[in-house]
């Protein structure tokens, strides 16, 4: 577990944010995407509208250039970046969902290359057979997003995997149709978006751009009603009493989070009205000044979903900093906090102290501060600045203001600190033996003065 990717101005969490967020916008415009183009193609067979293939075609050609590249090397980052953040969590869910994520693609390859046949097979076979291409391509979409959401939502509520270590009962948790379901119609309301930028793009008196709009409106505005309605009264209700907590408490949730989805969906609502209302108003600006602030929302919503979890990676396994918790894990894994706590963490860290030296500090030739920052990097790193190394726009939650905020500044007052991080709902207590928690302390006392040089003044040069 270390050394351990603690980032370079600015924070890991942060970095895999945004490429994860990225991703999900750029796979959910795709996949309800290949739907709207389906049915809009049926509708100019059925109504004998060809002009409606300009539309299709700008759609298809940003898709294959855009939306699936960008999608793609996103989808790929989340890879090195989550492998890099949290290997231990992630080496879990291969584990237990390799074949799983084998399959997704197996779908994933039609996806691509289905995209790619799509659009070069426009006026070059059948309109019939076309749309049945395109039907193919939209069945291999959902079934990329059908599995995804399985083990999205394994990592928020595991459901009887905890018990049983059976891949389908993390597959199949308590929260995977909710999600399944309120993802599959709010990704219409970004597809919606996403269409009234393309044929916002269309000259004005294309007949595409005035049939596309409202119907992109009416589309996205029922997927954005229909979505939030299913996360307030499905998604929500199907979480654990844990997460329903967390909702509610701001220190685990803050505020600005709320008001990020507040402003993607109010900000996107009022565009898809006025798609409906007024389609001459909609331009390809305003589709990308939507999107733009859809990101914003969706970042918010996302940020939200992962905090749920917290102090957890998977919820009552393993810890965020990688550290299994679970009393009774399944597969006969055990439980690691217990053991670090009596026999020490920098004994099993063979980067940090010399391989058969007992203890850390004076009695093995290590520095106690320095001992102290390996600790604190390693348990604390995943959802706190603990140096100034990203520190950059303020850190994630850093550390060294939490503890002045508090008063604690000195290294007894943030022992004691230390002792009581286990009263909080969202935070391990944390682990190793009474002597490692002195050199934690030590080490946030120098951050603390490092950070705030004021109170290395008034305290005395240490």
Known sequence: MYPVWEGYLIHSAIVVAIIAVAHVLFSHVTVAATWFNWWVERKALLENKPYLQDYLKASALRLLMLAYTLGAM????????????NPRGISTLIHNFVFYWASEWFWFIIDVFGIAVYYYTFGRVNPKTHARIGLILALAASGTLAIIVGILGFKLTPGAWLQTGLSL???????FWPMLF????????L???????????????????????????????????????????????????????????????QPVFYIKMAVGVIASSLVLITAILSPKRVSAPLGYLALALAFLGLFGAERTREVLRKPDVIYGY???NQII??????????AEAPRLNEEGVLQRLPFAVAPGAKGAGP??????VEAGRVLVTLECSSCHTVSKNTAFLGGLRPLPALLKRRGMTDAPAIRAYLEAIGGFPYMHPPVGTSEEKEYMAMYLEKLVKEFFPELRAE????
């Open 325 to 334: 918790y679970a009393e009774r894990a399944p597969r006969g894994i055990k």
């Open 191 to 253: 597809t919606a978006l996403y269409a009234l930028l393309v044929a916002g793009s269309l000259p004005k008196d294309h007949p595409a751009r005035q049939e596309v709009i409202p119907l992109a409106g009416k589309v996205g505005l029922v997927g954005l009603l229909l979505g939030s309605a299913l996360v307030v009264f499905w998604y929500v209700p199907s979480l654990h009493e844990h997460a329903k907590t967390l909702l509610r408490i701001p220190q685990a949730i």
């Open 74 to 85: 996103f989808g790929v980052g989340i890879w090195f970046s989550v492998t890099a953040s």
């Open 182 to 189: 309120a993802r599959f119609a709010l990704m219409f309301a």
């Open 169 to 175: 009962d993390g597959f199949y948790n308590p929260s």
């Open 459 to 462: 305290g005395g040069a240490k």
């Open 318 to 320: 393993m810890g965020s």
């Open 363 to 368: 009695t093995s030739g290590q520095d106690p």
